[in-house]
């Protein structure tokens, strides 16, 4: 598996901004399809967003389209996680994963195979 990092959690006001980022070793990106997830207190792992390994395919749950953007950078093997607008319904720890499953919208949970250490993002006034 490949190994994921992410970072960038923290405490944000309503409304405000937040980019995390999640930066891979021991295997090159661009060959795997990318996955942000969230898990808050009391609720299952949902999927947020996700980009297909050429950059040019993207889902987002309906609860962040509009608002979260998904990027990558193959070249520097890390993928990012840009929030606007943040809600406290965000608050959440945020994981990024990878999958070798051929794209398919969404992309499953199961597709998954690697995952990050996850990052807490608490947006509260």
């Known amino acids: 598996q490949v190994q994921l990092g992410e970072s960038g959690g923290g405490l944000v006001q309503p409304g405000g901004s937040q980019r995390l980022s999640c930066a891979a070793s021991?295997?090159?990106?661009?060959?795997?399809?990318m996955g942000w997830f969230r898990r808050a207190p009391g609720k299952e792992r949902e999927l947020v967003a996700a980009?297909?390994?050429?950059?040019?395919?993207?889902y987002y749950a309906d609860s962040v389209k509009g608002r979260f953007t998904i990027s990558r950078d193959n070249a520097k093997n890390t993928i990012y996680l840009q929030m606007n607008s943040l809600k406290p319904e965000d608050t959440a720890v945020y994981y990024c994963?990878?999958?070798?499953?051929?794209?398919?919208?969404?992309?499953?949970?199961?597709?998954?195979?690697?995952w990050g250490q996850g990052t807490q993002v608490t947006v509260s006034s």
């Open positions: 994963a990878a999958s070798l499953v051929n794209w398919r919208r969404p992309p499953r949970t199961e597709d998954f195979g690697s």
């Open positions: 021991g295997r090159t990106l661009s060959s795997y399809t």
């Open positions: 980009i297909d390994r050429s950059g040019t395919i993207t």
